[in-house]
């Protein structure tokens, strides 16, 4: 399979649609399209912080129902389903841009693109297993031990990563270095955790370059394994970035 996965996004759709056409995409009726027929993968964290969080929503929800695209959840989609199902979320953490593009349509509108987004969700894996196990797409990764099961902790470790309850100095939730211990033979494809530089480590691959906090957006080609990257136009703010050696 020839794929092409998606770091975070978080609603920079100008880069989004910049890097689908680095990649050798032509968008044709609305969607991306690629000659050797190519399919997209997303890390999840479609919304939030960026400019069209609704946007890339439409694109990865049509993506989806033409069979082009695989779909993880991040921790920022979790929490816009909870609120689209109504439920009490705290709108913070960008969560309150999305919301502000939501409250500016139409009724109409509104339920349409809600309904788009819950369907992406609730059709998606918490994590995606591709290519006869060779290949793992998970928000923020996923233990070696833990492919192929799910329980209330692995959906955790896979929305939030490997983090311990603490506080750091910067006042970000403590989370380990997860991938300087994985000993599985399947790639591991992840974001979350925005890093300058896409990080190789072990069969991991952290692919959240921090497009939103003004680094690059990057995709990385499966199984070329190259990395592919579209600088973002967004303000840069260093302190969100947290690079592990
Ligand atoms: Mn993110």
């Not at 920079?12 to 399919?39: F, I, N």
């Not at 400019?51 to 959840?73: K, R």
């Not at 995606?128 to 233990?143: E, Y």
Request: hydrophobic residues 35%; negative net charge; contains cysteine.
């Amino acid at each position: 399979m020839l794929i092409d996965i998606i770091g975070d996004i978080h609603g920079c759709r100008k880069e989004w649609v910049a890097l689908t056409e680095k990649l050798g995409y032509k968008w044709t009726d609305g969607l991306p399209v690629h000659p050797d027929g190519r399919k997209l993968g997303f890390v999840g964290d479609l919304t939030d912080r960026g400019p069209d969080s609704l946007g890339v929503i439409n694109d990865v929800y049509h993506l989806f129902t033409h069979d082009a695209a695989y779909y993880v959840p991040g921790n920022h989609c979790n929490k816009l389903y909870r609120y689209l199902k109504g439920n009490n979320v705290k709108i913070i953490h960008g969560l309150e841009t999305t919301v502000d593009e939501l409250n500016r349509l139409d009724s109409d509108e509104k339920e349409l693109i809600t309904k788009k987004f819950i369907e992406l969700y609730e059709k998606s894996p918490l994590y995606q297993v591709l290519d006869n196990g060779k290949l793992v797409i998970a928000h923020a990764g996923i233990r070696h031990k833990d492919i192929g099961k799910l329980s209330k902790q692995i959906t955790t470790f896979v929305l939030y990563g490997d983090i311990t309850g603490e506080i750091n100095s910067k006042g970000l939730p403590v989370r380990r270095d997860w991938a300087r211990e994985y000993n599985g033979d399947a790639w591991v494809v992840y974001g979350h955790t925005p890093v300058h530089q896409v990080r190789f480590k072990n069969q991991t691959v952290n692919i959240d370059t921090g497009a939103v906090f003004g680094n690059l957006l990057s995709a990385l080609r499966y199984p070329e394994m190259e990395v592919v990257s579209i600088q973002s136009g967004m303000d840069f703010i260093e302190e969100k970035f947290r690079d592990f050696d």
